[in-house]
Every structure is written in structure tokens, then in C-alpha cells.
């Protein structure tokens, strides 16, 4: 019967798996960023001046290199671009223009519940229309430390090669965040039965039958659930045809519910 209706069922295990996270985002020019690089290091140049002059004025110098360096940090650079800038000793001109055999910058953002996936050096892919058979890679090197109040996203902010000199400032691209999420144990997309509160699962017994157990699922991808808690490793589950039991142990409930409430009727 079970061959019949096209019921499959499929044992519970740990798999590698991964998350695409798409998003649109564009080619820096941010000559506002550019400013700001260049104010810390004029800050730094003068702080080193000012070693051997008055303590105050010591003083004075050390806190315009920390309110830049706060800057930089409220912009969205991490503590390593930021040191970066500081041993190259010069802004990234990569912000105002593109050149042959060099790097840009890509900035997408990402959603609120997406950022606990994504960290510093995930890679990161990128497409334009004006491009369609070039792919660009890269990596994320920071994220915004504030998010943007409206959209509830943060920005990411990703090196791609651009040796060719193919992309420029201002272009728009689509990218794809590819984050590895390692070995955990998770069951087909198509396992796992919503009910719009719940996440049911059919869960295959001894003599053929099925009990409905709730899940708690994680990650979603493109194909799989990953499940946290409610089955084990090695379980059996449905992955086909468990929207046929949902509708029949309904029916049962349905008429079982008739049948106590005809029950009552003639008690009367």
C-alpha cells in the first residue's frame, strides 16, 4: 500500500551541508570612506609628532587617533583593514576608481538573521549583466557594526578580484555568499511538514505505522532542514507522501470527533 501511494521513507543522518545566501549589491566608489582613511592617518603622522611635546598636547593627539579610528569602525571596517591602512600608509584608492591587476570593493547587504552565518573570509561570488559569462570571487573582510534600522540588514564589505579591470565603481552585481555549515544532522526539505505553528515530522514504528513527532529545525537550504531536536541519527522518517498521512489521521480525528459528539447526542 505504501509502494502504492508513492510513501518513501529515509533514515535521519548527519550531512555536510551549506547555504547559499544571495544578494545585490555594488561596486564601492565611497570617496567619504577614502576621507576618512586619509584623517587617521594624518592623525597617527601627528600623534608620532607629538611624543616629545607637552603632555596636554600628547594627550590631545592620542584621542584624535582614537575618535578616527572609531570612525573607521562605525563605517564598517574591522580591526585588520584598519591596521592594514595604517602599514600601507596610504587610503585605499581601490574606493574612488578600479584599476588592471587589482582588487575592488563589493558591498552587499545581508539580513539580520543571516549575519551569525556569515564571518570574516567566507567566500563570496559575483555576477553582473553587462558581464554575464565573467564570475568574480572573493572574500568578506567586514561587516557593518551597526544595522540599518529600516531594511533590518547590515552591510558586508568584500574584496573581488578585479584583475582584468572589468568591474567599476557604481556597478551593480548579483553575489552569492557561500557559508560551509559543516557535518549536522538534517532530513530533505520535503520531510518536514509545517502546520504554520509547528514542524511535524512522520516518523516510521515497529508494524508499519507512522508517529507524528515535532522538530525543531536551524538552518534551511536550498534542499535540506537542519534538525536540532525532536529526532535521532538513524530514525526512519517520511520523505514522501506525508502530506497522505497528515490528511488521514485528520479524517480519523475528524470522525472520531463526529462519533463522540453523536455519541452524546443519544445519551441525551
Known sequence: KQQVIGLKTAPVQKLNISKAIRTVGR????????????????????????QLAAPEIKEQAEKLVDSSKIKLRLMGLSEELIQEIESSGKPDRSLLYSEPGGTVWLYAPIYEYEIPLVKTGTRIEAETSSLPEQTFEGVIRSMDRVLDPVTRSARVRASLDNSAGLLKPEMYVNAVIKVDLGERLALPEEAVFQTGEKNIVFVATAGGAFEPREVTVGVQTEELYEIRSGVAEGEKVVVSGNFLIDSESRLKA??????????????V
Open 27 to 50: 561596486i564601492a566608489y565611497d570617496p567619504e570612506l577614502y576621507q576618512a582613511e586619509e584623517e587617521f592617518l594624518q592623525a597617527i603622522q601627528a600623534s608620532g609628532k607629538a
Open 254 to 267: 475528524a470522525l472520531e470527533g463526529l462519533g463522540k459528539k453523536e455519541g452524546h447526542t443519544h445519551a
